[in-house]
């Protein structure tokens, strides 16, 4: 079966995002079909790239060029240095490749990354990040960030919190909200029949029966209660400091953290340079390599591309999955 290809944005055109799209595609020739849309004056001098009308052309571009819906911005790319007039553009570019797919010329979206302060000083930004404006377009209430890799998956059910604010952050819906899509998107875009979910407490040792704190006793575990009669597979609430090592992952098929860095931290640890942000609880597949602009080395060539292309992977595979369910 031939799927339509992955729209890939061109995300912050002063970060890496477009470097990584050639390296991506010179790497992945045409064993993956991906279309770039941005501005083809933000791709490196000397690029090779082919430009088409429409994603159905993916497929006739030569695997040595990389094919590139042109998306017109205001301004030039200079590396490290985000100009707000291209702010609206870059927005629009997400919009587009969200349009793409929703109307099945695409079969998912891959989104290099965005700087969010530039997005918010240039067009009046009004979001946190990719996620929840991806949300917005798709009209719904909640989605999931999952992060992944070859070796784990996990979900943070709070994520950019302060430390200080998660307890009053972590309600019984909100936990049971999270479960539910995690579980949902595992089976959809998996192909997991049953996955198995692990769990992490709130307090060291999951609370040690209420002598290290009591959100294990008063909220974690009467939700899973509620979800196991269900059905649910779901272990714990678990010591998160006994949850990552090889034997304790090969138990689950997603580990469920209470807070950013717990969910963030193994995964990074396991695999830096290739872990997938992914977006659980859409209509459409989307994916995001999980590192930031790096205005730093941006247009220097030395961006490590493992992650994009990890991203790219993972939403054609996503795609597959979800287009063989019955």
Known sequence: MTFP???LTCGEPSGVGP?????????LGAQLPFLWIGDPRHLPAGSAFEEILDPSETAAVAAD?????????????VPGQPAPANAAATIAVIERAVALVQSGAASGVCTAPIHKKALKDGAGFAFPGHTEFLAHLAGVPQVVMMLACDQLRTVPVTIHTPLAQVPALLTPALLETTLRITRAGLIRDFGLKAPRIAVAGLNPH????GAMGDEELTLIIPTLERLRAEGFTLLGPLPADTMFHP???A???VAVCMYHDQALIPIKTLDFASGVNVTLGLPFIRTSPDHGTAFDIAGQGIANPSSMIAALRLAARMAQTRESRP
């Open 247 to 249: 034997a304790a992952r």
């Open 65 to 77: 060029r990389l094919p590139v819906l042109r998306h017109a911005f205001p301004e030039p790319a």
């Open 251 to 253: 138990r689950y098929d």
């Open 5 to 7: 290809p992955v729209a």
């Open 206 to 209: 999951a609370g040690e029966g």
């Open 19 to 27: 470097e990584l799209a050639l390296k991506a595609r010179a790497l």
